[in-house]
């Protein structure tokens, strides 16, 4: 491994964040469904704090990052961290950047007395599922994710 940083987003990271968040949907191919922008990420991330993002860099130049928030659990009765975003750019895949990231994040859940740590994978992505189990990452399989996304809140809004 180079030497690989991991460090706190700050806000002059904000359009970093942005293109890694664009790569990592043009990979899934859902680049169509990015409407995010610089102004909102930056009111989320660093204004409301709803959301914490970390930089990956190999000797100083950007090739990663992570976004994560706090979700909670009421089986457990204490919060976890749920990944949002993993990426890693293509270039520098295969170097371990991945597990380190991994090993940040749990370091701080353990030290924020979280729980768990979860996040979703598309099931067609084989390379990701088996990089996940490598880690001793368990597949919820008799969970489904649903959704309720702007339109559907706005009709619920009117019931």
Request: charged letters at 25%; one cysteine or more.
């Amino acid at each position: 491994m180079k030497n690989l940083t991991i460090r706190t987003a700050l806000p002059a990271d904000t359009a970093l964040i942005l293109s890694f968040i664009k790569e990592l949907a043009e990979y899934e191919k859902m680049l169509d469904l990015v409407i995010a922008d610089e102004k909102t990420l930056h009111e989320h991330i660093f204004t409301k704090a709803r959301a914490e993002a970390i930089i990956l860099e190999e000797d100083g130049l950007p090739v990663g990052y992570s976004l994560f928030f706090h979700n909670f659990s009421t089986f457990l009765g204490r919060s976890g961290i749920y990944i949002e975003d993993i990426y890693v750019s293509p270039a520098f895949r295969g170097k371990g950047y991945g597990k380190a990231v991994f090993a940040y994040l749990a370091k701080l859940a353990q030290a924020r007395d979280c729980g768990r740590i979860e996040w979703a994978c598309l099931d067609w992505n084989a390379p990701s599922i088996s990089f996940y189990k490598s880690l001793g990452a368990v597949c919820m399989d008799e969970w489904k994710i649903f959704r309720l996304d702007a339109e559907q809140i706005e009709k619920m809004n009117n019931i």
